[in-house]
């Protein structure tokens, strides 16, 4: 027994029995052992040859990467596929101040929503335009839970499927049309930035950071709102409600976004104000930002950052938003020694020699 836990030492470690010298003489008493202590002692070798063996393979995995003798792909010290491959580094360009610029912080995109994020915003505005349009139309007055539960959807969906007016295309077409008018009327057509907004964005812009814009108003409101804050050509993606079906809490929007983008949608940061901007994103398995336009802090608790204003921000935290690769799990192999370890009783237990021999 003894020579099968010392072969456990030829895996590359200190061998178990290592604090006696070669030239020492260890004199071993046969004891006859009970079936339950010679159980527990097979148990404690087994787990610290697992061990051994997992050592070995983190030295022999190291030894590989600096070698460059591995067979596979190496992230962070553990092998694997990860990161996917996305525009962040294209290994075929032959121009390396190309290759280099991408490496930058051309990997991660931004997906801005539009009211309460880039621009101020009124709420009430929006209750109001419902509030008018049940009027014009003979309709009961939508409770408050009901205009609570229509932020953030586009207009068809929130009068097919929350308020049920009509079904029919056509309606919910005219509809949704009759409340943009009455919702721009209200607004007045007076766009400002929020605190932080736009500097923000010269940040982005300066680190060519591709921006996209999602938002269920129309695009010809959009584009009125972007000359008259002269913010034309800025974003390099607008998806507007006649590019989707749903709205949120749905992450169609911001998964076409990162489409349009071309980023895989982990390399994506939302940055939304509401709890539906945060369970749209976070079902596109994005990362999402919050900002605290019309919600307190504490209500925002599940988005990944939360912030009062856009300038708060830095690109280091952009980029450890982004940072993609520490989420992905380790390897099948070391993956599959954790759950064997859980069965045995870890190998720094400390063993009596006294009740052993």
């Not at 009970?34 to 995995?61: C, D, H, Y």
């Not at 992230?75 to 075929?92: F, H, Q």
């Not at 309460?116 to 349009?133: F, Y």
């Not at 390099?236 to 409600?241: I, L, N, R």
Request: aromatic share 8%.
């Amino acid at each position: 027994m003894v020579e099968s836990i010392s072969a456990t030492s030829l895996l590359g470690s200190r061998p178990v029995l290592s604090n006696y010298g070669s030239d020492c003489k260890v004199k071993v008493r046969r004891v006859a052992m009970s079936p339950k202590r010679l159980v527990r002692f097979g148990m404690i070798v087994k787990a610290q040859a697992m061990e051994l063996t997992k050592e070995k393979f983190n030295f022999k995995e190291k030894e590989d990467r600096f070698s460059g003798s591995s067979d596979y792909e190496v992230v962070e010290g553990r092998p694997g596929l990860w990161p996917p491959k996305n525009k962040a580094d294209n290994p075929m360009l032959h121009n390396p101040l190309l290759r280099q610029e991408r490496m930058g912080c051309g990997w991660l995109g931004a997906i801005f929503e539009w009211e309460g994020v880039l621009i101020e915003d009124n709420p009430d505005h929006e209750k109001q335009a419902w509030l008018a349009l049940s009027q014009e139309e003979g309709k009961s007055p939508p409770p408050e839970f009901m205009l609570r539960r229509v932020e953030g959807m586009k207009n068809e969906q929130a009068i097919s499927e929350v308020l049920c007016w009509s079904r029919d295309p056509s309606q919910l077409k005219r509809l949704a049309l009759r409340k943009e008018q009455i919702y721009q009327a209200l607004q007045g057509g007076i766009y400002r930035f929020r605190d932080g907004s736009q500097e923000f964005m010269d940040v982005l812009t300066r680190y060519n950071i591709p921006m996209a814009l999602v938002s269920t108003r129309p695009r010809k409101n959009l584009e009125e709102a972007f000359g008259a804050i002269g913010i034309n050509g800025v974003f390099d993606v607008v998806v507007t409600a006649e590019d989707v079906y749903r709205g949120k809490p749905d992450p169609e929007m911001f998964a076409y976004a990162a489409q349009l983008l071309q980023f895989i949608p982990e390399r994506c940061i939302v940055f939304g104000n509401s709890n539906l901007s945060v369970e749209a994103a976070h079902e596109a398995r994005m990362k999402c930002v919050a900002v605290a336009s019309k919600h307190p802090v504490y209500e925002l608790s599940a988005a990944d950052l939360v912030v009062r204003c856009l300038d708060e921000l830095s690109v280091v935290d952009l980029k450890n938003l982004a940072d993609i690769e520490s989420e992905f799990g380790e390897p099948e192999v070391e993956m599959e020694l954790e759950e064997e370890e859980e069965t045995y009783p870890s190998s720094r237990v400390a063993v009596d020699d006294h009740d052993f021999w």
